[in-house]
């Protein structure tokens, strides 16, 4: 077998020595070091064989009322009839409506999970998954699993990735993929915030920024939407 070439920029025996002096420093092993870089590499990996996906955000919760599940589960068996791959956090909630109407719609049902003391069991829906240990990592799978985002309602973490994805299109470390938001009865307060405080009163984003994510009603706005922004090319495939 030919030596393999070395492309970092530094040695693996510096790689070492670094790893074991950061390790020193910051009471962290080396063993989670590289428990860190393998779900990286694995991560990548399972996401690689998905070309066309959509990634669908929402509650894990039940809080929601029963119209919120339905619209999830609408969307996402629409979704997974025109080929689209779902792809949530593997959850139970809205993830598990888009998940289950994937399933029942014989697509590809996706979860990439987190291991968490409550909540977050892998729902029976979800036919391949990946489940993380570390937050951060699991983050940049769901950032970079997809070409368009569909988000339902939430709590702390779907506003978490939403927040995300936009700060990703706004910097342009993502190229312009579809950012929805569906209900505007949970949305609207956030994007007039969004419009009357950070835009006109604070000057903290520009007027562009606010035409990164889009406002919709219903499953069948964000389907027509979606099919408008094929045709047009706004969809990075």
Known sequence: MPKQKNILPISRAQIEYLLKEYSKENHVSVDEIYAIMLEFISGFEFLRQYKKAVSIYGSARSGFSDDVYKQAHLLAGRLAKDDFTIITGGGPGIMEAANRGAKEAGGQSVGINIKLKHEQKVNPYVDQSREFEHF????????????????????????????????????????????????????????????????????????????????VDSADEAYQLIEKLIKEGKVPF
């Open 136 to 215: 951060f990592v699991r983050k940049i799978m769901l950032s970079f699993a997809s070409q368009i985002y569909v988000f339902f309602p939430g709590g702390f973490g779907t506003l978490d990735e939403l927040f995300e994805m936009v700060m990703l299109v706004q910097t342009e470390k993502v190229p312009r993929i579809p950012i929805i938001l569906v209900g505007k009865k949970y949305w609207n307060p956030l994007v007039v915030w969004i419009e009357e405080v950070l835009y006109k009163k604070d000057s903290a984003i520009d007027k562009e920024d606010l035409e990164i994510y889009h406002l």
